[in-house]
């Protein structure tokens, strides 16, 4: 999938949510969906550098971790007030937002993975403590 491809996506998801709204699902601001978008492919990565061996798909604590930790090293002390202003304030969250962007394409999940594997996994005002 291409960038024009994604931003149309992404468009789509922000505008008119999933299926026209008619999923129930949490939506968010489009930075805050590319972040993760950049977060989630820098968390493979990491996880990847560090273990050659892991599988193809990412757990839902491995990405609920890896976006904070990369919302760390961009925001610094400021991540959490980020996370508050896109409406990142429970891991729950994170996964609606990696779950919204499985809707429309622009990542696929296993069939294994449910939206519950992001559910109370960590506090995130912890988590981003410098």
Request: charged letters at 30%; proline letters at 4%.
């Given at each position: 999938m291409?960038?024009?491809?994604?931003?149309?996506?992404?468009?789509q998801?922000?505008?008119?949510?999933?299926?026209?709204?008619?999923?129930?699902?949490?939506?968010?601001?489009?930075?805050?969906?590319?972040?993760v978008?950049?977060?989630?492919?820098?968390?493979?990565?990491?996880?990847?550098?560090?273990n050659?061996?892991?599988?193809?798909?990412?757990?839902g604590?491995?990405?609920?971790?890896?976006?904070c930790?990369?919302?760390?090293?961009?925001f610094?002390?400021?991540?959490?007030?980020?996370?508050?202003?896109?409406?990142?304030?429970?891991?729950?969250d994170?996964?609606?937002?990696v779950?919204?962007?499985?809707?429309?394409?622009?990542f696929?999940?296993?069939?294994k993975?449910?939206?519950?594997?992001?559910?109370?996994?960590?506090?995130?005002?912890?988590?981003l403590?410098?």
């Open positions: 291409n960038r024009k491809e994604i931003e149309a996506k992404l468009l998801l922000v505008r008119y949510g999933v299926d026209g709204g008619k999923k129930e699902r949490k939506y968010f601001i489009e930075p805050a969906y590319t972040f978008m950049d977060a989630l492919d820098r968390s493979s990565q990491v996880i990847r550098s560090k050659p061996s892991h599988g193809k798909s990412l757990s604590q491995e990405l609920a971790a890896g976006v930790d990369f919302a760390k090293e961009l610094g002390p400021y991540a959490w007030i980020v996370f508050k202003d896109w409406g990142f304030l429970t891991t729950r994170i996964g609606e937002a779950y919204g962007l499985i809707d429309v394409g622009i696929f999940d296993d069939p993975d449910k939206i519950e594997d992001f559910d109370n996994l960590f506090d995130i005002p912890t988590r403590r410098l």
